[in-house]
């Protein structure tokens, strides 16, 4: 053999050589991240329990949510009501939301369900169907959303045969689901909302949270709310908060994560937070541990977020807000959900509405419940009332959501 064909196969060998040690060293480097994550939610849910937020829905005899209900969630920014939605519930949202993701488009801008018939929102002016690639985060590092997402969640690789694209949030949820419209007007919940934001209190928006397992998008770290964040009177309760309705349960894999008391701490530097840890898996972090039917009411200041779902089990949230009246009155905001606008007294009773068409078609499903009275609308000439052709009425409701 001629030297420089001695010398092309020392090089190959080389080459092989580096090759091998840099998929070892790969392998370590994945080996590592996978215990550091196992580890990180491991504690992360220990952690999360240990808190004391969590427990049954109860009320004081003045019907206000009881006081440790209300010094929890004060301190910690979020609390878990344990088995709200029974099983006859959770049944019917299943149905309705399977039927709902079926008649959806077939793909990302497809105008045909997969039976080949007109998709579900096709024709909505109001924005619906949201899609994402299999494990990615498609607000993280983004102008999205108003910039609220400034750092990017890790994005593992998916399994190949997983689609390109898949929905992974809805919008204006009401409109397609009787299901859904029912769970709005659980009187307990509305009850809980009128105790923390008064009995004047007013609708945000309605989503589905869609997070299947080896496929759900991650929500970047942010915190909710845009206008209000420079104002003299902000306090923890400005910006609202909202019910997580959780459909199959939520764990430290699937569900969403927050930084319990970060409510109270106005607007915070969250690319410096993560850039401060070293990583986006925060320190300070609990993940929202739900078993099916729990409700999780949550306050949109707390920097939250979520992780692509690499687990085995699928989180589906039936997502519903609220705010105090004087969030809202007179604002001008918008831009996010909804063109922006100024919320007038008029544009707060045409979305309230929703409320009342809720509570007359809860109240038709469960006639022996005690109904919530949104105290708003005694009196008003003008009754809602529910019946099977109502969600053709709410067509683009969410065109006058109450986003701040």
Same mark, same amino acid.
């Given at each position: 053999?001629?030297?420089?064909g001695i010398?092309?196969? %020392?090089?190959?060998?080389?080459?092989?050589?580096t090759?091998?040690v840099?998929?070892?060293?790969?392998?370590?480097v994945?080996?590592? *991240?996978v #215990?550091?994550?196992?580890?990180y939610?491991?504690?992360?849910e220990?952690?999360?329990?240990a808190?004391?937020?969590?427990?049954?829905?109860?009320?004081?005899? /003045?019907g206000?949510?009881?006081q440790?209900?209300?010094?929890?969630?004060?301190?910690?920014?979020?609390?878990?009501?344990?088995?709200?939605?029974k =099983?006859?519930e959770?049944?019917?949202l299943?149905?309705?939301? *399977?039927s709902?993701?079926?008649?959806a $488009?077939?793909?990302?801008?497809?105008?045909?369900?997969?039976?080949?018939?007109?998709?579900?929102?096709?024709?909505?002016?109001a924005?619906?169907?949201?899609?994402?690639? !299999?494990?990615?985060?498609p607000?993280?590092g983004?102008?999205?959303a108003?910039?609220?997402?400034?750092?990017?969640m $890790?994005?593992?690789? !998916?399994?190949p045969?997983?689609?390109?694209? @898949?929905?992974f949030?809805v919008?204006?949820?009401?409109?397609?689901?009787?299901a859904?419209?029912?769970?709005?007007?659980?009187?307990?919940?509305?009850?809980a909302? @009128?105790?923390?934001?008064?009995e004047?209190?007013? !609708?945000f928006? *309605?989503?589905?949270?869609?997070?299947?397992?080896g496929v759900?998008?991650?929500?970047?770290?942010?915190?909710?709310?845009?206008?209000?964040?420079?104002?003299?009177?902000? /306090?923890?309760?400005?910006h609202?908060?909202?019910?997580?309705?959780?459909?199959y349960?939520? =764990? &430290?894999?699937?569900?969403?994560?927050?930084?319990?008391? =970060?409510? +109270?701490?106005?607007?915070?530097?969250?690319?410096?937070?993560?850039?401060? *840890?070293?990583?986006?898996?925060?320190?300070?972090?609990?993940?929202?541990?739900?078993?099916?039917?729990?409700? #999780?009411?949550?306050?949109?200041?707390? #920097?939250?977020?979520?992780?692509?779902?690499?687990?085995?089990s699928?989180?589906v949230t039936?997502?519903?807000?609220?705010?105090?009246k004087?969030s809202?009155?007179?604002?001008? &905001?918008?831009?996010?959900h909804? @063109?922006?606008?100024?919320?007038?007294?008029?544009?707060?009773?045409?979305?309230?509405?929703? %409320?009342?068409?809720?509570?007359?078609?809860?109240?038709?499903?469960?006639? +022996?419940?005690?109904?919530?009275?949104?105290?708003p609308?005694?009196g008003?000439?003008?009754?809602?009332v529910?019946? %099977?052709?109502?969600?053709?009425?709410l +067509?683009d409701?969410?065109?006058?959501?109450?986003?701040?």
């Amino acid at each position: 053999m001629s030297p420089s064909g001695i010398k092309i196969d %020392i090089f190959l060998e080389f080459v092989k050589f580096t090759c091998k040690v840099a998929i070892s060293l790969l392998r370590i480097v994945i080996f590592r *991240e996978v #215990v550091f994550m196992e580890n990180y939610f491991v504690k992360g849910e220990r952690k999360a329990l240990a808190l004391g937020n969590r427990g049954p829905i109860h009320f004081g005899s /003045d019907g206000r949510l009881s006081q440790h209900i209300c010094e929890a969630y004060s301190r910690y920014g979020f609390y878990v009501f344990q088995s709200v939605l029974k =099983t006859d519930e959770l049944n019917e949202l299943h149905l309705d939301i *399977e039927s709902m993701l079926e008649r959806a $488009p077939v793909t990302e801008g497809s105008e045909l369900n997969q039976f080949g018939q007109k998709a579900l929102g096709v024709d909505c002016k109001a924005p619906t169907f949201f899609w994402a690639a !299999p494990l990615s985060d498609p607000f993280g590092g983004t102008p999205a959303a108003g910039g609220r997402h400034p750092v990017k969640m $890790p994005e593992p690789c !998916p399994d190949p045969n997983t689609p390109e694209k @898949a929905i992974f949030l809805v919008l204006g949820s009401l409109q397609f689901s009787h299901a859904c419209l029912r769970v709005y007007a659980h009187p307990s919940l509305l009850r809980a909302a @009128a105790t923390i934001n008064g009995e004047d209190f007013t !609708p945000f928006n *309605e989503a589905l949270f869609i997070k299947k397992c080896g496929v759900g998008a991650s929500v970047a770290w942010h915190q909710d709310g845009l206008t209000h964040w420079e104002s003299n009177d902000l /306090d923890e309760g400005t910006h609202g908060f909202n019910f997580m309705a959780q459909l199959y349960g939520s =764990t &430290a894999r699937n569900g969403v994560w927050v930084v319990p008391g =970060t409510h +109270k701490l106005g607007k915070i530097d969250i690319k410096k937070l993560v850039e401060a *840890e070293g990583s986006p898996y925060l320190g300070g972090a609990v993940p929202m541990i739900c078993g099916p039917g729990d409700v #999780v009411m949550s306050n949109r200041q707390l #920097v939250h977020g979520s992780f692509a779902n690499t687990g085995d089990s699928t989180r589906v949230t039936v997502n519903f807000g609220f705010h105090r009246k004087s969030s809202v009155l007179g604002v001008k &905001a918008g831009g996010v959900h909804n @063109a922006e606008a100024i919320y007038d007294a008029k544009r707060i009773e045409d979305r309230s509405r929703v %409320i009342a068409l809720a509570i007359d078609a809860r109240r038709k499903r469960f006639p +022996k419940e005690d109904s919530f009275c949104y105290k708003p609308f005694v009196g008003r000439k003008t009754k809602d009332v529910w019946n %099977i052709d109502s969600l053709e009425t709410l +067509k683009d409701y969410n065109l006058l959501d109450l986003s701040i």
